[in-house]
Protein backbone atom coordinates (compact mmCIF):
# COMPACT_ATOMS: atom_id res chain seq x y z
CA UNK A 1 0.00 0.00 0.00
CA UNK A 2 2.74 2.69 1.09
CA UNK A 3 4.87 1.48 -2.44
CA UNK A 4 1.45 2.03 -4.45
CA UNK A 5 0.38 5.67 -2.64
CA UNK A 6 4.21 6.74 -3.18
CA UNK A 7 3.76 5.59 -6.52
CA UNK A 8 0.48 7.40 -7.03
CA UNK A 9 2.16 10.59 -5.62
CA UNK A 10 5.18 10.29 -7.77
CA UNK A 11 2.71 10.22 -10.65
CA UNK A 12 0.13 13.31 -9.56
CA UNK A 13 3.45 15.34 -9.18
CA UNK A 14 4.58 15.14 -12.24
CA UNK A 15 1.03 15.28 -14.11
CA UNK A 16 0.74 18.30 -12.12
CA UNK A 17 3.99 19.65 -13.26
CA UNK A 18 3.21 18.69 -16.84
CA UNK A 19 -0.62 20.44 -16.77
CA UNK A 20 1.31 23.75 -15.95
CA UNK A 21 4.02 23.28 -18.58
CA UNK A 22 0.36 22.18 -20.74
CA UNK A 23 -1.49 25.71 -19.82
CA UNK A 24 1.35 27.85 -20.92
CA UNK A 25 1.30 25.54 -24.79
CA UNK A 26 -2.70 26.72 -24.71
CA UNK A 27 -1.78 30.59 -24.02
CA UNK A 28 1.45 30.77 -26.24
CA UNK A 29 1.57 28.00 -28.08
CA UNK A 30 5.16 26.91 -26.55
CA UNK A 31 6.22 26.25 -23.51
CA UNK A 32 7.98 29.26 -21.28
CA UNK A 33 11.06 29.01 -21.64
CA UNK A 34 11.58 29.32 -17.76
CA UNK A 35 9.79 25.61 -17.72
CA UNK A 36 11.66 23.92 -20.55
CA UNK A 37 14.85 23.27 -21.67
CA UNK A 38 15.07 20.43 -24.08
CA UNK A 39 18.00 18.38 -22.36
CA UNK A 40 16.76 14.53 -22.22
CA UNK A 41 15.94 12.09 -24.77
CA UNK A 42 15.31 8.57 -24.21
CA UNK A 43 15.97 5.23 -26.41
CA UNK A 44 14.20 2.70 -26.05
CA UNK A 45 15.36 -0.85 -27.55
CA UNK A 46 12.10 -2.66 -28.50
CA UNK A 47 11.60 -5.87 -27.17
CA UNK A 48 14.64 -8.22 -25.44
CA UNK A 49 15.30 -11.21 -23.70
CA UNK A 50 12.76 -13.78 -24.06
CA UNK A 51 10.74 -11.41 -26.08
CA UNK A 52 12.39 -11.60 -29.58
CA UNK A 53 9.87 -9.95 -30.97
CA UNK A 54 9.88 -10.14 -34.61
CA UNK A 55 12.34 -12.40 -37.23
CA UNK A 56 13.73 -12.72 -40.54
CA UNK A 57 14.88 -15.77 -41.94
CA UNK A 58 18.31 -15.40 -39.35
CA UNK A 59 17.54 -12.62 -36.95
CA UNK A 60 16.17 -11.16 -34.41
CA UNK A 61 14.27 -7.65 -33.60
CA UNK A 62 15.36 -7.53 -30.16
CA UNK A 63 18.98 -7.50 -31.31
CA UNK A 64 18.53 -5.11 -34.59
CA UNK A 65 16.75 -2.56 -32.41
CA UNK A 66 18.87 -2.61 -29.36
CA UNK A 67 22.52 -2.14 -32.46
CA UNK A 68 20.36 0.64 -33.55
CA UNK A 69 19.71 2.63 -30.27
CA UNK A 70 23.35 1.62 -29.56
CA UNK A 71 25.02 3.64 -31.95
CA UNK A 72 22.00 6.39 -31.80
CA UNK A 73 22.96 6.85 -27.94
CA UNK A 74 27.06 7.00 -29.70
CA UNK A 75 26.52 9.73 -32.04
CA UNK A 76 23.90 11.24 -29.90
CA UNK A 77 27.18 11.51 -27.18
CA UNK A 78 29.09 12.46 -30.08
CA UNK A 79 27.29 15.83 -31.83
CA UNK A 80 24.77 16.43 -28.97
CA UNK A 81 26.74 16.45 -25.56
CA UNK A 82 24.55 18.63 -24.51
CA UNK A 83 21.65 15.97 -24.53
CA UNK A 84 21.37 13.16 -21.94
CA UNK A 85 20.63 10.14 -23.57
CA UNK A 86 18.70 7.47 -21.73
CA UNK A 87 18.29 3.76 -22.61
CA UNK A 88 15.61 1.30 -21.50
CA UNK A 89 18.11 -1.17 -21.99
CA UNK A 90 21.68 -1.44 -22.69
CA UNK A 91 21.70 -5.77 -22.85
CA UNK A 92 19.42 -8.59 -24.51
CA UNK A 93 17.13 -8.27 -21.21
CA UNK A 94 13.49 -7.98 -20.95
CA UNK A 95 11.95 -4.94 -19.89
CA UNK A 96 8.33 -4.50 -18.78
CA UNK A 97 6.27 -1.90 -21.15
CA UNK A 98 5.37 -0.01 -18.35
CA UNK A 99 8.76 0.06 -17.23
CA UNK A 100 10.07 1.43 -20.20
CA UNK A 101 7.75 4.69 -20.07
CA UNK A 102 8.38 5.33 -16.15
CA UNK A 103 12.17 5.72 -17.34
CA UNK A 104 11.26 8.23 -19.85
CA UNK A 105 8.80 10.10 -17.12
CA UNK A 106 11.06 9.17 -14.16
CA UNK A 107 14.02 11.08 -16.09
CA UNK A 108 11.73 13.94 -17.15
CA UNK A 109 12.32 13.12 -20.82
CA UNK A 110 11.79 15.76 -23.66
CA UNK A 111 11.10 13.03 -26.20
CA UNK A 112 10.97 9.15 -25.99
CA UNK A 113 12.15 7.09 -29.10
CA UNK A 114 11.00 3.54 -29.65
CA UNK A 115 12.85 1.67 -32.03
CA UNK A 116 11.46 -1.55 -33.31
CA UNK A 117 11.06 -3.89 -36.67
CA UNK A 118 8.28 -4.53 -38.85
CA UNK A 119 6.92 -7.90 -40.26
CA UNK A 120 4.29 -9.16 -42.65
CA UNK A 121 1.63 -12.28 -41.65
CA UNK A 122 3.38 -14.33 -44.05
CA UNK A 123 6.12 -14.65 -41.90
CA UNK A 124 9.70 -15.80 -43.35
CA UNK A 125 7.40 -17.16 -46.21
CA UNK A 126 8.43 -16.55 -49.82
CA UNK A 127 6.36 -14.11 -51.42
CA UNK A 128 6.80 -12.02 -54.27
CA UNK A 129 5.39 -8.39 -52.96
CA UNK A 130 6.95 -8.49 -49.79
CA UNK A 131 6.30 -4.82 -47.49
CA UNK A 132 9.38 -2.87 -47.07
CA UNK A 133 10.31 0.62 -45.42
CA UNK A 134 9.73 2.68 -42.67
CA UNK A 135 6.73 3.59 -40.70
CA UNK A 136 6.47 6.15 -37.91
CA UNK A 137 3.70 5.49 -35.27
CA UNK A 138 2.44 8.21 -32.63
CA UNK A 139 0.25 7.51 -29.86
CA UNK A 140 -3.54 7.92 -31.35
CA UNK A 141 -7.20 5.39 -31.23
CA UNK A 142 -8.38 4.35 -34.20
CA UNK A 143 -10.65 1.18 -35.58
CA UNK A 144 -9.59 -2.03 -34.53
CA UNK A 145 -8.71 -2.86 -38.71
CA UNK A 146 -6.31 0.01 -38.51
CA UNK A 147 -4.02 -1.59 -35.38
CA UNK A 148 -2.52 -4.22 -36.80
CA UNK A 149 1.16 -2.54 -36.02
CA UNK A 150 -0.24 -2.03 -32.40
CA UNK A 151 -1.50 -4.78 -31.73
CA UNK A 152 1.27 -6.94 -32.58
CA UNK A 153 3.66 -4.67 -30.31
CA UNK A 154 0.99 -4.40 -27.44
CA UNK A 155 1.16 -8.70 -27.67
CA UNK A 156 4.58 -8.14 -25.85
CA UNK A 157 1.79 -7.31 -22.70
CA UNK A 158 1.24 -11.20 -21.72
CA UNK A 159 5.05 -12.12 -21.53
CA UNK A 160 5.01 -10.48 -18.60
CA UNK A 161 4.61 -11.93 -15.33
CA UNK A 162 1.93 -9.60 -13.46
CA UNK A 163 0.49 -8.52 -16.59
CA UNK A 164 -3.20 -8.33 -14.98
CA UNK A 165 -1.38 -6.44 -12.07
CA UNK A 166 0.39 -4.08 -14.17
CA UNK A 167 -2.10 -3.10 -16.74
CA UNK A 168 -5.18 -3.17 -14.71
CA UNK A 169 -8.29 -2.15 -16.59
CA UNK A 170 -6.35 -2.34 -19.82
CA UNK A 171 -8.53 -3.34 -22.85
CA UNK A 172 -7.52 -3.07 -26.34
CA UNK A 173 -11.00 -3.68 -27.41
CA UNK A 174 -12.18 -0.75 -25.26
CA UNK A 175 -10.77 2.64 -26.62
CA UNK A 176 -12.79 4.69 -23.47
CA UNK A 177 -10.60 2.70 -21.04
CA UNK A 178 -7.79 4.02 -22.78
CA UNK A 179 -8.58 7.66 -23.50
CA UNK A 180 -9.46 7.92 -19.31
CA UNK A 181 -5.82 6.33 -18.15
CA UNK A 182 -4.14 8.61 -20.98
CA UNK A 183 -5.80 11.25 -21.73
CA UNK A 184 -3.20 13.53 -20.82
CA UNK A 185 -1.04 12.31 -23.50
CA UNK A 186 -3.02 13.75 -26.20
CA UNK A 187 -1.71 16.98 -25.40
CA UNK A 188 1.43 16.12 -26.73
CA UNK A 189 0.06 14.43 -30.10
CA UNK A 190 0.90 17.99 -32.20
CA UNK A 191 4.86 17.98 -30.55
CA UNK A 192 4.59 13.83 -31.64
CA UNK A 193 3.70 14.42 -35.35
CA UNK A 194 5.96 16.93 -35.74
CA UNK A 195 8.83 15.16 -34.48
CA UNK A 196 7.56 11.97 -36.62
CA UNK A 197 7.40 14.04 -39.83
CA UNK A 198 10.70 15.90 -39.51
CA UNK A 199 11.99 11.98 -39.11
CA UNK A 200 9.78 10.55 -41.99
CA UNK A 201 11.45 13.44 -44.31
CA UNK A 202 14.80 12.18 -43.52
CA UNK A 203 14.26 8.60 -44.00
CA UNK A 204 12.68 9.22 -47.18
CA UNK A 205 15.52 12.73 -48.18
CA UNK A 206 18.41 11.58 -47.20
CA UNK A 207 18.10 7.73 -47.18
CA UNK A 208 16.18 7.21 -50.10
CA UNK A 209 13.75 4.92 -48.05
CA UNK A 210 10.42 4.17 -49.47
CA UNK A 211 7.87 5.45 -46.10
CA UNK A 212 4.32 3.96 -45.03
CA UNK A 213 4.27 7.86 -43.46
CA UNK A 214 3.27 8.74 -40.22
CA UNK A 215 0.12 6.90 -38.72
CA UNK A 216 -1.65 6.62 -35.27
CA UNK A 217 -2.35 3.78 -33.81
CA UNK A 218 -2.71 2.68 -30.08
CA UNK A 219 0.37 1.31 -29.23
CA UNK A 220 0.51 0.60 -25.58
CA UNK A 221 4.42 1.36 -25.16
CA UNK A 222 3.69 4.75 -26.16
CA UNK A 223 0.67 5.57 -24.17
CA UNK A 224 2.20 6.24 -20.80
CA UNK A 225 4.59 8.27 -21.95
CA UNK A 226 4.65 11.86 -20.49
CA UNK A 227 6.11 13.66 -23.55
CA UNK A 228 6.22 13.48 -27.65
CA UNK A 229 6.90 10.04 -27.94
CA UNK A 230 7.05 8.06 -31.46
CA UNK A 231 7.37 4.22 -32.24
CA UNK A 232 9.73 3.84 -35.45
CA UNK A 233 9.43 0.55 -37.52
CA UNK A 234 12.64 0.50 -39.20
CA UNK A 235 12.09 -2.09 -41.99
CA UNK A 236 10.31 -5.45 -42.63
CA UNK A 237 13.14 -7.85 -40.96
CA UNK A 238 10.80 -10.67 -42.77
CA UNK A 239 11.85 -8.85 -46.48
CA UNK A 240 14.83 -10.88 -47.29
CA UNK A 241 16.24 -7.89 -48.53
CA UNK A 242 15.35 -5.25 -45.82
CA UNK A 243 16.70 -8.09 -42.86
CA UNK A 244 19.84 -7.92 -44.38
CA UNK A 245 19.67 -3.83 -44.83
CA UNK A 246 18.60 -4.12 -41.13
CA UNK A 247 21.70 -6.27 -40.07
CA UNK A 248 24.33 -4.47 -41.44
CA UNK A 249 26.72 -1.86 -40.40
CA UNK A 250 25.88 0.89 -43.06
CA UNK A 251 22.29 0.24 -42.90
CA UNK A 252 22.04 0.69 -39.07
CA UNK A 253 24.33 3.71 -38.94
CA UNK A 254 22.06 5.38 -41.79
CA UNK A 255 18.54 4.79 -39.27
CA UNK A 256 20.78 6.18 -36.38
CA UNK A 257 21.94 9.32 -38.11
CA UNK A 258 18.63 9.79 -39.44
CA UNK A 259 17.34 9.71 -35.93
CA UNK A 260 19.88 12.30 -34.95
CA UNK A 261 19.35 14.60 -37.27
CA UNK A 262 15.62 14.33 -37.03
CA UNK A 263 16.04 15.04 -33.31
CA UNK A 264 18.52 18.32 -33.75
CA UNK A 265 15.69 19.41 -36.74
CA UNK A 266 12.96 18.89 -33.96
CA UNK A 267 15.36 20.72 -30.87
CA UNK A 268 15.41 23.93 -33.57
CA UNK A 269 11.81 23.89 -34.47
CA UNK A 270 10.43 23.71 -30.78
CA UNK A 271 13.16 26.17 -30.02
CA UNK A 272 12.26 28.77 -32.25
CA UNK A 273 8.32 28.91 -32.31
Not at 109 to 136: D, Q, R, Y
Request: proline fraction near 3%; charge should be positive.
Amino acid sequence: MIKRSAKLKSIINYSLFLYLVLVSFTVTGRPPKSAFKFKTVVIDAGHGGKDPGAHGAWSFEKNVTLAIAEKVQRLMLKEMADVNVVMTRSTNRFVELNRRAEIANENKANLFISIHCNSTPEGTAEKVNKEKGVLILVYGYHRKEEQMEALRENSSIYIEKDYQKNYEGYNEKDPTALIILNAFMQKYRKQSILFGSILNKDFVNNDGRRSRGVKEQGVLVLAHSGMPAVLVETGYINNPGEEAYLNSKSGQDAIARSIVRAIKTYREEIDTH
